[in-house]
């Protein structure tokens, strides 16, 4: 995904000498980099995309201490906070984990909308939505239960990969999304009854009591710190028997931790307690990865539950 979201400086000093400061990075040429967005910063206090850059470098550098100012600095001088400079706060343990600001979500990811499935199916060997569907009919096979569904809800649609997983099995499908231009890429799929731009809490709050008995979640409460809001709203808006399927990623401790990735992971135990928590039965929760990065499988996991 893209690593940061350019904001010009308004000064044509700061942004040149921000252009070949990148060059250098990308070059491996850190020191000389460092100095170049020390620089741009001097010309432009305000250069968010500079200050964040230049905490890039100096971790890289292993100049932690450096590296916690300028993202601290990123923050500050953008108040969206696009770049999520915050998230990089958090991995450096210089802030409590918190919810990422949905102006950075939905910057990352009106980004990517345009190259989202090459990228995530092709490069990174993205299965979500084809692990929630083996994973729900497993659940429903064991209940004697038909695989079909009046009214689905896709949390976190994006471009429509789930949606078009799930296509024969429900009667309509709604699909929630942050990014406008994720939203628009699942309406010209024909997958979805109804689609709202809206953050997925925000978007559950506004369904009514018991008005699906599906709800879906693939890969997205990696980008949820705490489950318990969205879990109570999935409960609430399930009807009776509903099925509710979603992937995260996880890891071998306990809680919820920031990866490397920029993706919250959860600890199974975590994941067992938030859902007994908003009165769910969990029926199944298997370890198995939905993506890769270098080549190598994302720690992960599967779970279906029941209201």
């Given at each position: 995904m893209?690593?940061?979201?350019?904001?010009?400086?308004?000064?044509?000093?700061?942004?040149?000498?921000?252009?070949?400061?990148?060059?250098?990075?990308?070059?491996?040429?850190?020191?000389?980099?460092?100095?170049?967005?020390?620089?741009a910063?001097?010309?432009?206090?305000?250069?968010?995309?500079?200050?964040?850059?230049?905490?890039?470098?100096?971790?890289?550098?292993?100049?932690?201490?450096?590296?916690?100012v300028?993202?601290?600095?990123?923050?500050?001088?953008?108040?969206?906070?696009?770049?999520?400079?915050?998230?990089?706060?958090?991995?450096?343990?210089?802030?409590?984990?918190?919810?990422?600001?949905?102006?950075?979500?939905?910057?990352?990811?009106?980004?990517y909308?345009?190259?989202?499935?090459?990228?995530?199916?092709?490069?990174?060997?993205?299965?979500?939505?084809?692990?929630?569907?083996?994973?729900?009919?497993?659940?429903?096979?064991?209940?004697?239960r038909?695989?079909?569904?009046?009214?689905?809800?896709?949390?976190?649609?994006?471009?429509?990969?789930?949606?078009a997983?799930?296509?024969?099995?429900?009667?309509?499908?709604?699909?929630?999304?942050?990014?406008?231009?994720?939203?628009?890429?699942?309406?010209?799929?024909?997958?979805y009854?109804?689609?709202e731009?809206?953050?997925?809490?925000?978007?559950?709050?506004?369904?009514?009591?018991?008005?699906?008995d599906?709800?879906?979640?693939?890969?997205?409460?990696?980008?949820?710190?705490?489950?318990?809001?969205?879990?109570?709203?999935?409960?609430?808006?399930?009807?009776?028997?509903?099925?509710?399927?979603?992937?995260?990623?996880?890891?071998?401790?306990?809680?919820?931790?920031?990866?490397?990735?920029?993706?919250?992971?959860?600890?199974?135990?975590?994941?067992?307690?938030?859902?007994?928590t908003?009165?769910?039965?969990?029926r199944?929760l298997?370890?198995?990865?939905?993506?890769?990065?270098?080549?190598?499988?994302?720690?992960?996991?599967?779970?279906?539950?029941?209201?």
């Open positions: 893209p690593a940061r979201l350019f904001m010009s400086s308004g000064d044509m000093n700061a942004d040149r000498r921000f252009d070949y400061a990148r060059d250098l990075q990308v070059q491996g040429n850190l020191v000389a980099a460092e100095d170049l967005f020390v620089q910063t001097d010309l432009a206090p305000g250069f968010a995309t500079a200050w964040f850059t230049l905490g890039e470098v100096r971790e890289a550098l292993g100049d932690l201490p450096g590296a916690i300028a993202f601290g600095k990123a923050q500050q001088t953008d108040a969206g906070d696009r770049n999520g400079a915050g998230l990089r706060l958090m991995r450096l343990g210089a802030a409590r984990l918190a919810m990422m600001p949905p102006t950075y979500v939905t910057a990352l990811f009106d980004q909308a345009p190259k989202f499935e090459t990228a995530l199916v092709e490069t990174l060997g993205y299965r979500g939505p084809a692990v929630l569907f083996k994973a729900v009919l497993a659940t429903c096979a064991a209940s004697e038909a695989m079909l569904f009046r009214r689905g809800i896709d949390l976190g649609c994006g471009t429509g990969l789930a949606g997983a799930f296509a024969a099995q429900t009667t309509e499908m709604i699909g929630i999304d942050l990014s406008p231009r994720m939203i628009e890429r699942a309406r010209a799929t024909g997958f009854a109804e689609l731009v809206a953050e997925i809490v925000d978007g559950l709050r506004r369904r009514p009591d018991a008005s699906a599906l709800i879906l979640a693939a890969d997205v409460l990696i980008y949820l710190h705490d489950l318990a809001p969205v879990l109570a709203e999935v409960a609430r808006v399930l009807a009776p028997a509903g099925v509710l399927a979603f992937t995260a990623e996880t890891h071998d401790g306990g809680g919820v931790i920031l990866g490397e990735g920029l993706r919250y992971a959860y600890g199974e135990g975590y994941v067992r307690h938030s859902v007994a908003a009165g769910l039965t969990l199944r298997d370890h198995i990865s939905t993506r890769n990065e270098g080549n190598v499988p994302v720690p992960g996991m599967v779970a279906v539950a029941t209201k």
